[in-house]
Each structure stands twice: as structure tokens, then as C-alpha cells.
């Protein structure tokens, strides 16, 4: 596998289902004309050749239509606040600046306008007609604002509403807050009732079954964005919680066809598998647990849709992308529909992943993976590479990453470690919930634990070690910088924090630093965050820094603010310490981009060259 080979394959994805079809495609960029060629298929559940689908009209329903037929949602941007130079004085329109009296001006890699996303709806029979706007006058967004999608609005069964998630809080309220709700707007009375006013956490992702009944998702503690995601179903007039007894937390659902069972995936044990849950139909009916449908290293990473005794999911796993597999409901068993890359895989020598249980120092087992050069040979030596999770509760799972991409890693004569640290999803609340207010405790230990383990193993070549991560991996590389004790040879940081004071005060999601590390850094009686901002701030450890240092930043980060990036590098650099600068003045906290990409791969790989 090479970094050209690996940008280059098809990004599969799911459409829907037609009948007995499922409706997929494939995304794919060429160098030689500098785009992406994007086509649709459809396949039959049961497997059979691919054919290309030139037009989609009507041959998946577009949500955006009234279930009768006669309305259209089009989402629509209002205008409500000055924000611009040009705005409050019209007359120096050649003027380029912002004015901003409240937080939330800028989110993820946008800054605030004064626009705010709304739903409309127009009837679909009527041309020149001015839609319905039903969040007039609202500063609110849906869909919601970085990544909502169609997914936060859809139509009542019967067409007389329409249902979307929204955040109604604005400035410093909406920074400090996860309290989304689900709201009703009704098309003949016009009014909006608050369907989830009770719950001060996320509520997301409505969806009706064929019966009409309504399910969420769920998590209950404001500010806490990586709280147990639960599923919520409305019976009667109660809602009741699906996976509450449940030690785990809930990716995405999909009602069942017959409306009797909800599918969802979730985290388990270092992958992403299949689940079912029964629907009781009256609330004093128990709630029976999930049952797991599918098994296996692999990522049952979403879902497609039912067609009879079998779900069509996207599938994945650390040597291959996304493909379109079909999942027999009752045994599990999973056959894969889809095969665009089969082309390139039979060119390439894959790695071997393997489990390994490391110790931890608290006596804890704790899952790592562990990927090996293709032609791995025990008798020789590796250079080999601590993988550092970002999230930081995001599960590190069979992914497949057109960057962080752990074949790349062992086709280059690696051997990657990648530990289920503490906050890891997949193994109870209690290990996911751990990290909170605990950043540079046990999990760093973890750590150490993982790569001193694997350290043992006499085909393991400890003179080269290295340590490499993005956004909290990054934050996990710059930290391990200063307490590592000369394991390392070299890290790699990507969009990481290196300074928690300079992170709270430009970082725009304020929730997440308030939640995970306790507090605002000028609170000098709340011990909890004294800690953070002391002990386990990176910047407060620079000094013991002497290990050479690739540091990326993207310039419209705004999780992990330029400074951030740009800190660090003048700390490595002031200090003598080889060091090296990525700077991607267009790229957010990813690098998006095929160009720009390539070009990661092939300075992250110049630098190991270099380094270790």
C-alpha cells in the first residue's frame, strides 16, 4: 500500500433501499483530473453484479416530502444578526472586518455570520410561493451547526407536523451547552411544542416506525458531550428508555420494518457490532436487554436498511474501507455486497491485527491492537509506533482512515500499538467515563503500559520507539514529550493541545474543557482544575522536553486553535529540539483535501524516516 494507492480508493457509502436492492455509491478522486467521480448502484440483498444507477428519481423516497405528498421541506438561511463591518455602516461596503458581543462566533472551521439555518416548507404542486419559515425570527440552527444533516428534521406520519432538533441557546449559553431538544411544529396551528423539555443533555436523530412511533437518542447531563447514548421510545404517553440496564452506548438506530424491534449500532470490545432491542408495546412491559446480531474484527459502522431477514450495513476493518456487506438478522451471518476495491487489495500485502491484553497498573486488562508489517518476521527487529486515540472517547476500533491509516503504517516496516486506553467506549460506562477530569492520570499510564508490554517481545526494537496522535492523541503526544523517560524516539502531534489556559479561552465548544477537565483555569478554589491546568497541561512540562517533534496544524481549527500548534513548535524550537512545522492555512481539525492528504502521508513518513 502506498499513500497515492490509499487516496485513491473508492469511499463507499449508503443511499437506501429500493425493493430488494440496496442503493450505494461510490465516491472516488483522480490526480489526473483533480476531482472526485462520484456514481450510484444498486445491488440485490442477496448479492449478484452491481449496476450503475444514472438517475435516482424516485427510486428512493426523498424525506424531504410530506409523506401525503403535498409539501416540501427546503432548509433555508435567515439573516438576524450584524455581524460585519458593512452591516452597521452600509456605506463602507469595501470595509472587511467582524463585530461580535457574545460568544459563539465562530464553531468548528466557520465563523458566525449573523445566518442561521432554518427549516421552511412549501407545497410541492405551486410554483412562486414563498415557504413557510418555521423557526422565523429564531437565532437557532437546524439543521444543527457543525454537522447536522438531514437527520435533524423529518415529517410526522401523518404529514400534519414536521419534527427538528435544535439548540435554543445562544452567545456564552450556547458554548457552554449540549441541551438539544426535539421540537413539533404543527402546519395548522403553526405552533411549536418542545418535545424533550425534561432532558437537559442531547436529544437527537427522531425517528418514526411503521407504526407511527416515535424513537431518540439520548443523553441526560448538560455540558457532557461524550455522556451514555441511549435509545428512547415513546409508548402511550411515557417515554421510556430502551438501553438504560444496558452497559454500553448507542451509535445510531433504525426502527425494524414491522416496528416491533429497534437495530443499532455500538462499541464493543475494540469494534462496532449489530444489535437488537425489542419495543415493548405498553410501558409497564419490561424491557427486555440488547441482543448482539454480528461478531467479529471488523466495524459494523452504520446501517443501510432492512430488506426482509436481512439489514444491508457499511462494514469495515483496519486493512479495508468501507464496503456494503448484508446481515442475515437471525445468525448473523454477513456477506459482502459491494467490492470496489477488490482491484487494489489484490495488489496489496496485508497486515496481520492482531489482540493483545496488557496489565495495566491499576490490574486492569486492557485490549490493544497490534499491526504488523506485511511478511511480518519475529526473528527480525521493528521500529514500532505508540498509536495515540484522539476523542478522547471516541472507540478505537477496527476504523479505516484515509490518514491514520495503520496499514500504511506496517506497509512501511512498522509495527503500531493501539491501546483501548481509559475513555474508551466498548467496555462499561465505568472505563469510558474514567478520563473525565482525569487527562494526564491513569490513561497516560495506560499508555506506558501498552508500549512498555509490547516492549518485551524480542522482534520489538526499542531504541526505536515513537509515539504519535491527533487532537487528544496530539494532546497525549505533547504530554508524553515531557514524562515519557527516554522510551521515545520521536512524536508526532496533530492538531493537539499543548496549553490548556490559551485552549479555554479560544477553543468554541466551551462545554467540552468546562465537562473534561472540571472548570475555567481562573477558578483558583476548584482544585479539580487547578490539576488539569498545572499538572497535566503539556506547556507546564516543555522544560523536560528533548525528543524530536513533528508538530500539524490546520489554520481553521477552531476545536484546537492555531496557537495551539504554533506554541509548541516555538517551544521545541527555542529550546534546540529538532523540529518540524505542518501548517494547512484551509484545513479544519481534519485534513480534507486529497492534495493536501498526500502530502501528510508523505511528510509523516519523511519524518519517521528522519527520526527513528
Known amino acids: 500500500m502506498t499513500p497515492e494507492r490509499l487516496i485513491q480508493l473508492g469511499r463507499v457509502y449508503g443511499v437506501g433501499i429500493e425493493h430488494q436492492n440496496v442503493i450505494f455509491g461510490v465516491s472516488q478522486y483522480s490526480f489526473e483530473t483533480k476531482s472526485k467521480n462520484n456514481k450510484t448502484y444498486k445491488i440485490n440483498i442477496n448479492g449478484g453484479e452491481a449496476k450503475d444507477v444514472s438517475k435516482m428519481d424516485n427510486l428512493v423516497a426523498d424525506k424531504h416530502i410530506s409523506p401525503d405528498g403535498k409539501y416540501k421541506i427546503i432548509v ?69 451547526k457543525p454537522f447536522g444533516g438531514d437527520e435533524d428534521y423529518l415529517w410526522s406520519p401523518d404529514s400534519k ?63 457532557y458531550e461524550s455522556d451514555k447514548n441511549d435509545i428512547i421510545v415513546q409508548i402511550g404517553n411515557k417515554d421510556a428508555n430502551l438501553t438504560a440496564a444496558w452497559d454500553g452506548t448507542v451509535n445510531s438506530f433504525l ?67 468501507v464496503e456494503i456487506y448484508s446481515v442475515e438478522l437471525s445468525s448473523g451471518k454477513m456477506k459482502q455486497l459491494s467490492h470496489v476495491n477488490d482491484a487494489v487489495y489484490a495488489k496489496t500485502n496485508m497486515s496481520e491485527v492482531k489482540k493483545r491484553m496488557v496489565t495495566t497498573t491499576d490490574g486492569k486488562q486492557m485490549l490493544s491492537w497490534v499491526i504488523y508489517p506485511p511478511d511480518f518476521d519475529a526473528t527480525k527487529k521493528y521500529p514500532t509506533i505508540l498509536y495515540c486515540q484522539g476523542g478522547p472517547q471516541g472507540a478505537l476500533s477496527q476504523f479505516y482512515s484515509f490518514r491514520w491509516n495503520f496499514q500504511l503504517m506496517a506497509a512501511n516496516g512498522y509495527v503500531v500499538i493501539a491501546p483501548n486506553r481509559r475513555g474508551m467506549p466498548g467496555y462499561g460506562v465505568e472505563w469510558n467515563e474514567q478520563i473525565s477530569k482525569d487527562y494526564g492520570g491513569q490513561n497516560m499510564d495506560d499508555y506506558l503500559s501498552a508500549i512498555d508490554d509490547i516492549s518485551k517481545e524480542s522482534y ?83 522544560e523536560q522536553w528533548d525528543t524530536p517533534i513533528l508538530i500539524v496544524q490546520g489554520g481553521k481549527d477552531y476545536r484546537v486553535p492555531i496557537g495551539q500548534g504554533l506554541a509548541a513548535f516555538q517551544a521545541a524550537q527555542l529550546q534546540g529540539i529538532k523540529s518540524r512545522l505542518l501548517f494547512f492555512p484551509e484545513e479544519n481539525h481534519w485534513v480534507l483535501n486529497n492534495e493536501n492528504s498526500l502530502v501528510w502521508q508523505r511528510e509523516f513518513y519523511r519524518w519517521l524516516r528522519e527520526t527513528l
Not at 468548528?108 to 414563498?130: L, Q
Not at 421540537?183 to 437527537?204: F, H, I, R, S, V
Open 76 to 144: 433555508q438561511d435567515e439573516k438576524l444578526k450584524k455581524i460585519f463591518g458593512k452591516d452597521y455602516h452600509p456605506t463602507l461596503e469595501g470595509s472587511n472586518m467582524m463585530i461580535y458581543d457574545e460568544l459563539n462566533y465562530r464553531h468548528w472551521d466557520t465563523w458566525e455570520d449573523g445566518a442561521y439555518s432554518h427549516i421552511t416548507y412549501m407545497p410541492t404542486n405551486k410554483k412562486n410561493v414563498e415557504p413557510v419559515d418555521i423557526m422565523k425570527g429564531e437565532r437557532f440552527d437546524c439543521p444543527q
Open 161 to 223: 407536523s414536521i419534527l427538528y432538533v435544535t439548540k435554543k441557546e445562544v452567545g456564552t449559553a450556547y458554548a457552554i451547552s449540549t441541551n438539544t431538544d426535539i421540537y413539533e411544529y404543527n402546519l395548522a396551528t403553526k405552533k411549536t411544542t418542545n418535545l424533550t423539555e425534561y432532558n437537559k443533555g442531547y436529544d437527537t436523530s427522531p425517528a418514526f416506525s411503521s407504526k407511527g412511533q416515535l424513537a431518540w437518542l439520548q443523553m441526560k447531563r448538560n455540558g
Open 255 to 321: 426502527w425494524s420494518n414491522n416496528g416491533k424491534k429497534i437495530y443499532f449500532v455500538a462499541p464493543v470490545l475494540g469494534t462496532v457490532q449489530l444489535f437488537e432491542i425489542s419495543v415493548p408495546y405498553s410501558a409497564s412491559k419490561k424491557i427486555k436487554k440488547p441482543k448482539q446480531i454480528t461478531n467479529g474484527q471488523f466495524d459494523v459502522n452504520g446501517m443501510v436498511g432492512q430488506i426482509g431477514n436481512h439489514m444491508a450495513v457499511k462494514r469495515r476493518d483496519m486493512n479495508h474501507a
Open 460 to 542: 520489538v526494537d526499542n531504541g526505536r520507539l515513537g509515539a504519535i496522535g491527533a487532537s487528544y492523541g496530539g494532546y497525549s503526544t505533547f504530554y508524553l514529550e515531557g514524562i515519557h523517560k527516554g522510551r521515545f524516539k520521536t512524536f508526532i502531534s496533530h492538531d493537539g493541545i499543548f496549553d490548556w489556559r490559551s485552549m479555554y479561552g479560544t477553543t468554541e465548544e466551551v462545554f467540552f474543557p468546562n465537562w473534561d477537565l472540571g472548570g475555567a483555569y481562573w477558578e483558583k478554589d476548584n482544585a479539580v482544575a487547578q490539576k488539569t491546568y498545572t499538572q497535566y497541561n503539556p506547556a507546564e512540562h516543555v
